[in-house]
C-alpha cells in the first residue's frame, strides 16, 4: 500500500532507538524525510545514518532534551514546519506512589504530558494551514489498563490523552488527526532492562522472568519496533484521514476487557 506521505517531513522524538527509531524508520521507508531527536549523540547519529542507508531519505539528527524548552526550540529550528509529529519520551520510573515527591511528578508530567502538548502547540496551526497533518503520541498501554507500579506513567499519561481526546475534534475539519499509541511489551532495550531488575529482584533467572512475561500474552511473543512503526506510519498515511483522537492498542491481545 503506498501510504501517500512522500515527500513530507517529520519530527521524531526519542527516535535513537527502541519504538521512536520503529517509527521513525517506517516514514523513512515511505519517502518520509525525518528530524531525529535524542539525548544521547553517538547513538542518534549512528541510527541517522542506517536510516539514510536503507531508504535514502534526507535524515535530520538533533541531539537535545526534549522535555527543556531548549531542547524543542532546537528541534523546531531543525525541522519548522512538520507535517508529521511523533511525540515519545521515556516512560518514568515505577514505584510506590507513597514514595513519589512533587519534583518526580513535575519530571513526569514534564516528560509525558506537557512537553508533547507544546509541541503540539508549535505544529498544529501550521498543519491546519497547509490542510494536512498527523500528529502521533507514542504513550503506553497504561493509559488503558493502569499499572500499579507506574503510577507517575499512569498519571502524566492519562492527562495527554484527556488534552487530545479534545484538541483532534477541534482541529478535524482542517486535514490535521491526532491519534495516541499504546505500547504494550515490546521487545526494546527498556524492557530488556526492567527484566533484569525483575531478575535480580525476584532472584529468578532472566530467561524464567521473560517466559513468565511472554506467557500473559495471547499472541505468545514481544511485539517489535518495526511492526509499532509501520502502524504509525499508517496513522501518518492518507488513509488514515477519518481516524482522530483515539487510543490504538498494540498488546498482542494482553488487555483483556471488550472495550
Known amino acids: 500500500m503506498d501510504m501517500g506521505i512522500a515527500g513530507r517531513n517529520a ?19 515511505e519517502g518520509v524525510n525525518v528530524t531525529i531527536v535524542a539525548r544521547t549523540a553517538e547513538t542518534l547519529e549512528s541510527t541517522a545514518a542506517a ?4 531508504t535514502g531519505v534526507d535524515v535530520i539528527a538533533v541531539a537535545c532534551d526534549i522535555t527543556t524548552p531548549e531542547g524543542r ?11 508529521i ?9 515505577p514505584g510506590d506512589f507513597r514514595d513519589f515527591t512533587h519534583d518526580d511528578w513535575l519530571r513526569a508530567l514534564e516528560a509525558n504530558m506537557l512537553t508533547p502538548i507544546e509541541l503540539i502547540k508549535a505544529t498544529i496551526d501550521t498543519m491546519s494551514a497547509r490542510g494536512f497533518g498527523r500528529i502521533v503520541n507514542i504513550t503506553s498501554s497504561s493509559v488503558k489498563a493502569p499499572i500499579d507500579v507506574l503510577g507517575l506513567s499512569n498519571g502524566a499519561r492519562s ?9 483532534a475534534r ?4 482542517t486535514g490535521v488527526t491526532i491519534n495516541n499509541l499504546l505500547p504494550g511489551l515490546f521487545d526494546t532495550d527498556r524492557i530488556g532492562a526492567t527484566f533484569e531488575a525483575q531478575s535480580k529482584g525476584q532472584n529468578l533467572p532472566l530467561d524464567e522472568v521473560r517466559r513468565r512475561r511472554m506467557a500473559t500474552i495471547p499472541a505468545g511473543r514481544f511485539g517489535t519496533p518495526d511492526e509499532f512503526g509501520r502502524a504509525c506510519a499508517f496513522l501518518c498515511s492518507v488513509h488514515a484521514g477519518y481516524i482522530t483522537g483515539q487510543n490504538w492498542l498494540l498488546d498482542g491481545g494482553a488487555y483483556p476487557g471488550t472495550y
Open 170 to 173: 477541534k482541529v478535524a475539519s
Open 11 to 29: 519530527l521524531v522524538c526519542a527516535a535513537s532507538k527502541g519504538l521512536g527509531r520503529g517509527c521513525a524508520q517506517a516514514l523513512a521507508a
Open 85 to 93: 509529529l511523533v511525540n515519545n519520551a521515556g516512560g518514568p520510573p
Open 159 to 167: 492527562g495527554l490523552t484527556g488534552f487530545v481526546a479534545g484538541v
Open 73 to 83: 526550540a532546537a528541534a523546531l529550528a531543525a525541522c519548522p514546519q512538520p507535517d
Open 51 to 54: 536510516i539514510r542507508a536503507t
